[in-house]
């Protein structure tokens, strides 16, 4: 699978990385586009990319591409991904999918109207401690979980990406998204009922503590927290009612313990991986293989659905920003 990197920012950094070491799954980086194209070849020379665009639609016109991977901010993630759809690009859309759920239904629509793949890039969704937490949690060994905690912060406040109206910042769209993709992983099965939450906002009118509790209609709770100033524990935790689940640094999982009785601790340590970022191409590669055009692992639907209740969210915080005015 030949892949097109559209922005070459730090995350467009890691993914180079992490595809220079991807080629045992015939996987790899085949062309990087940036606004400047000296920029796009320094980028490629380092990383061995073959080919440098100094436009983002000369990358989309490339036909020799499989996959395009959006790595510009939020606030252009519509535009980009929509350049490459119409070009007749599948597309790998990193976190947040999109600024909104109108502009996330938009994009998926398109994609099926010309039966185009069309992923989002939330990378704990794919990787395999989501799973061994399905198994643990369906193993019952900590009987019928209540109630989860789980939070994300990093002192991030000092990059203008993260604060700025016009690029969609606030910690929401940047970390508060793992916690909430972490609980609703877990409770899967689990309907909401009410969402009660506050927010604290940086003078740039976006947020920078995000504090969430989700209610379910079958009792469960998840309480969720993140930052954009101070660096958190980063744990998930599980608590049922014969014991718990620790889940370390729920943005990449370093290992899983389960306590049961207040005694037995059972530990599942996270397989070596290159960045952990690999395992969403691999799923890309998958499904395109099977004729899919989402991937089982993140499905459209889920996508809409984490995107329809951060948008509540900010609602509730009274955090707009500029181009959905």
């Known amino acids: ?35 400047d194209l000296e920029k796009a070849a320094e ?35 519509k ?27 938009e994009l998926i629509a398109l ?14 969704r794919y990787m395999p401690s989501r799973f061994a937490l399905d198994k643990i949690l369906k193993s019952g060994v900590i009987g019928e979980p209540q109630t989860l905690t789980a939070n994300l912060g990093y002192d991030n406040i000092h990059k203008e990406r993260m604060y700025l109206p016009e690029l969609a910042g606030g910690a929401l769209l940047d970390l508060g998204v793992y916690p909430l993709n972490f609980a609703l992983a877990a ?17 740039t009118g976006t ?42 640094n729920i943005n990449n999982c370093e290992w899983i313990r389960t306590h049961v009785h207040g005694a037995k601790t059972v530990q599942f340590d996270i397989p070596a991986q290159i960045t952990g970022l690999e395992y969403q191409f691999i799923a890309c590669k998958n499904a395109l293989a099977e004729g899919k055009i989402e991937c089982p692992e993140m499905p459209h639907d889920e996508i809409i659905r984490v995107m329809e209740i951060m ?9 707009v920003y500029p181009m959905e005015q």
């Open 1 to 35: 699978m030949k892949v097109g990197i559209l922005g070459a920012g730090w995350i467009a950094r890691r993914v180079a990385q992490t595809l220079a070491q991807l080629q045992h799954e015939d996987i790899h980086a085949a062309a990087v586009a940036s606004r």
């Open 43 to 77: 980028f490629a020379g380092e990383f061995a990319i073959p080919k440098a665009y100094g436009s983002y639609a000369e990358l989309a016109a490339d036909p020799e591409l499989d996959l395009i991977y959006i790595a510009t901010p939020h606030s252009h993630h």
């Open 187 to 203: 409770f899967a099965k689990s309907e909401i009922d009410s969402i009660d939450t506050r927010a604290d906002l940086f003078h």
């Open 111 to 124: 994609a099926q109207a010309k039966n185009l793949l069309i992923a989002e890039a939330i990378w704990t």
């Open 79 to 105: 535009e980009h991904a929509k350049l490459c759809l119409k070009a007749g690009k599948n597309v790998l859309v990193e976190k947040a999918f999109t600024v909104n759920a109108k502009e996330a239904r």
């Open 311 to 319: 948008d509540e969210l900010r609602a509730r915080w009274g955090v």
């Open 207 to 248: 947020d920078l503590h995000d504090y969430i509790t989700i209610n379910f209609k079958d009792g469960k709770k998840a309480e969720l927290y993140a930052s954009l100033d101070e660096f958190t524990d980063k744990k998930g935790i599980i608590r049922g009612t014969y014991g718990y689940i620790e889940f370390e």
